[in-house]
């Protein structure tokens, strides 16, 4: 594919004397990955200024740059003020097709599972649907990887290029707060937005939690176009001023949840494989028997209904689709039983707050003890780590803490860390030596909970992925102990 930089260009820019006719081939933002004919993207980064790799990129056969105002370069280049809102813009001109609706969902935690609970909706009601986030791209045929949960400018505008190629009419995305600040999806055409909670994550790229919630809302205030229907969960310390951003930004705002005007939730009865949840939608009494536990799974699962009348879907055929819908890979997942018929769940939750749902999402499914599992993330928010130890010793009975993608850092500093707030707790280094443990302490009626990796298959130490895919390992370990898996 070939364009030229004036038909890449928004109007905001201009190409710099004579560049108009420029053929570009396509379009990097890491050096390391130019090809010739490119045009790279020299973005101010975290850790170095992209614009020290100009010269690499020259190297490599890029024929144009985009920079930070009063750049020089061999080379013509694109001065932007925000280069990174300008590669958005370029990104979107040179992968021009997009789905014709995308709703894109924000929040500390759920952004996942109502994506895809979105997706579900979507296809239960005959619409070529797709969800875009952490776990990769998925379709009805299955799901591909993208290494972000909000993809870079020009990963993300091929995928949405590649799949309205498809046929993909209905896409799902989730807009993180990383994704958000460095304009990562600032060229995406939204239809309607989504808002699930706010609570602690991410202090480490974040430098307060004001600039986290501002990061989130640009969703609502920037992106999102005037009458976009918002979707908001209220029962969040942040809820009003999600919904007091969208009312200023002129977006249609639809309130759900227990303290929801719009979708109003009553009760949620716990089954044991199922919750049964009494609620209203728009003042009219509804009831839904959710085939899934947890009651913030029925909180993703009534958002994504939500956002899915709110493009368009029949109510009744919204909810009746709420009744089929299928887990997300690694939430909330049942991997198997030990020979006492204990359950073995899988699950994401990397936060305190995501600690504290599933421990208590657990609660009543269990007769006996809640034993659970889990670490935290090297190379990620440092103060999430005593909070997350705090809530597993006051909710689980027993736990263990173990390791979750040290990255670069120390693992016996990060276990430390937790330990300070768990003294009671396990300290068990090896992450299968610690799945183990909770298995061969398992009671009947006690349930092992192991948290933090959910659908992930590897674990990140140092700068090497080591394969490590729950699934696997807890079928294996159950199976050998003469449980189901
Ligand atoms: C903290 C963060 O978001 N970092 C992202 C950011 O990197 P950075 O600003 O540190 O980049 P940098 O290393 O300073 O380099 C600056 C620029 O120079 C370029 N460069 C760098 C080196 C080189 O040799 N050549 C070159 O051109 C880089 O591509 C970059 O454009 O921009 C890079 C290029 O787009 C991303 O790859 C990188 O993601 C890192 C690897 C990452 O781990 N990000 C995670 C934390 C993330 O984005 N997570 C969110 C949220 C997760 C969730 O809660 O669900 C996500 O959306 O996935
Ligand atoms: N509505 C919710 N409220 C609180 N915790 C939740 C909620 N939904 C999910 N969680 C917890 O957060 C974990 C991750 O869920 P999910 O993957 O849907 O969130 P996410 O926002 O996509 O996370 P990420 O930031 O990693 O992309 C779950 O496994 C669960 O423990
Ligand atoms: N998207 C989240 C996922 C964290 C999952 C956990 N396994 C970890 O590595 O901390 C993050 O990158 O912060
Ligand atoms: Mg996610």
Redesign the pocket.
């Known amino acids: 594919m070939i364009r030229t930089l004036a038909d890449l260009l928004p109007e905001s820019l201009s190409a710099p004397t004579g560049a108009d006719g420029l053929e570009i081939r396509g379009l990097a933002l890491d050096s390391r990955k130019v090809k010739p004919g490119d045009l790279f993207a020299a973005l101010p980064g975290v850790k170095v200024n992209g614009t020290q790799f100009i010269p690499m990129a020259i190297e490599k056969g890029a024929v144009c740059v985009l920079a930070p105002q009063g750049t020089q370069a061999s080379v013509p280049v694109i001065e932007a003020e925000d280069p990174a809102g300008a590669l958005s813009a370029i990104a979107a001109h040179f992968y021009p097709r997009q789905p014709a609706t995308i709703a894109a969902v924000t929040?500390?935690?759920?952004?996942?599972?109502t994506v895809e609970f979105l997706r579900q909706i979507w296809a239960a009601a005959g619409l070529e649907a797709a969800a875009l986030?952490?776990l990769g791209v998925t379709r009805a045929s299955g799901r591909t990887d993208v290494g972000y949960?909000t993809p870079d400018a020009i990963a993300l505008h091929q995928s949405l290029d590649k799949l309205t190629e498809e046929g993909v009419t209905h896409l799902a995305m989730?807009a993180?707060s990383h994704g958000l600040k460095q304009r990562r999806m600032d060229g995406a055409r939204l239809a309607l937005v989504g808002f699930?909670?706010l609570t602690q994550d991410h202090l480490d790229y974040h430098p307060d939690f004001e600039d986290y919630f501002t990061s989130k809302m640009r969703l609502f205030s920037t992106l999102a176009p005037m009458g976009a229907p918002a979707v908001i969960n209220m029962d969040s310390d942040w809820s009003a001023r999600v919904a007091q951003a969208a009312q200023s930004a002129g977006l249609s705002p639809v309130e759900i949840g227990w303290r929801g005007r719009d979708l109003t939730v009553h009760e949620i009865t716990p089954h044991p494989a199922s919750q049964h949840v009494r609620f209203s939608w728009k003042g009219e009494e509804r009831e839904v028997d959710l085939p899934l536990i947890g009651e913030?799974q029925a909180?993703?699962a009534l958002g994504a209904a939500a956002l899915a009348i709110a493009s368009g879907v029949q109510p009744d055929q919204a909810f009746d689709a709420m009744g089929a819908l299928q887990g997300?890979a690694g939430?909330?997942q049942t991997v198997g039983t030990t020979m006492d018929g204990a359950p073995v769940l899988l699950?994401?939750?990397?936060t305190p707050?995501?600690l504290d749902?599933?421990l208590r999402a657990a609660r009543p499914h269990t007769q006996g003890r809640i034993v659970l599992v889990f670490g935290a993330g090297g190379d990620r928010d440092a103060t999430k780590r005593a909070p997350m130890g705090e809530i597993a010793s006051r909710l689980a009975d027993i736990a263990i803490v173990t390791d979750d993608n040290p990255r670069t850092e120390d693992p016996a500093s990060i276990r430390k860390a937790i330990m300070a707030a768990c003294p009671d707790a396990q300290e068990i280094p090896d992450r299968e030596a610690a799945i183990r443990a909770g298995i061969e302490q398992l009671k009947k009626g006690d349930v092992l909970l192991i948290a933090g990796k959910?659908h992930e298959t590897g674990q990140i130490l140092a700068d090497r992925v080591i394969p490590f895919d729950e699934t696997k390992i807890v079928s294996s370990i159950l199976q050998q102990r003469g449980g189901t898996a």
């Open positions: 929040g500390t935690n759920g952004k996942s599972s986030g952490t949960t989730e993180s699930t909670n913030f909180a993703n997300v939430r909330l699950d994401y939750a990397h707050d995501g749902k599933l959910g």
